[in-house]
């Protein structure tokens, strides 16, 4: 997921929803995509106990495990892949797609794998619970907030759509399904990753 963010980062045409607002503040900041995503996180946690209150649970602190790692893997492969080159449109669009197929991979991972879920999910997740939705709709909602608020950032300091581009709507799009895919696709390695 962190190779995911990075590579659409280098591309340029948008990275997916929950990466929008770090992508734009670190265009507006000093902070890397991979620092702002760190801190993005804890205030996403923050929002959590603000929907949950007392549903709260001290366990949701270990999101900021994986969210860290995350960040600091964000950094590595943005450097890393910063050789690629992105000197035409079908370069980028074609990185863009690449980096969609690797979130979604990712993301499989993570809700499959029932380990601990990064901050955007559980968000997602205390928004479900707070307002008894099921958590595809929470999960939308979230990312759409997510995307409004990077356009907004973005039109004020940057005045432009400047890091949330047809990139962001294509990853919003397309991920959720491809995930649906693998999983319907692989049910026997869905099923062991359930119970390992």
């Given amino acids: 997921m962190g190779m995911a963010v990075a590579l659409s980062k280098l591309a340029g045409l948008g990275t997916s929803p929950i990466s929008s607002i770090p992508n734009v503040v670190s265009l507006i900041t000093p902070l890397t995509i991979g620092q702002m995503t760190m801190v993005f996180m804890l205030v996403l946690i923050s929002a959590e106990i ?3 209150r ?3 649970s001290p366990w949701a602190w270990l999101q900021l495990i994986p969210s860290v790692i ?3 893997l964000i950094d590595y492969f943005t450097s890393w892949l910063s050789w690629i080159p992105m000197n035409n449109y079908a370069a980028k669009l074609i990185a863009t797609f690449v980096s969609i197929f690797l979130l979604a991979w990712g993301v499989y991972f993570e809700v499959n794998s029932r380990t601990i879920l990064m901050a955007g999910e559980g968000l997602s997740s205390a928004v479900a619970i707070a307002l008894h939705i099921a958590f595809p709709r929470a999960k939308v909602w979230c990312d759409a907030t997510m995307v409004i608020v990077a356009v907004i950032i973005a039109l004020i300091w940057l005045h432009g759509l400047v890091g949330v581009r047809e990139g962001t709507i294509l990853s919003a799009l397309i991920t959720g399904r ?5 999983t319907d696709k692989m049910p026997n390695f ?3 990753l359930h119970t390992k």
Avoid: E, I, K, P
């Fill in 54 to 56: 007392r549903q709260f």
């Fill in 70 to 72: 995350f960040g600091v």
């Fill in 190 to 192: 869905t099923h062991w």
């Fill in 50 to 52: 603000l929907f949950l």
């Fill in 178 to 182: 491809l995930v649906s895919l693998f």
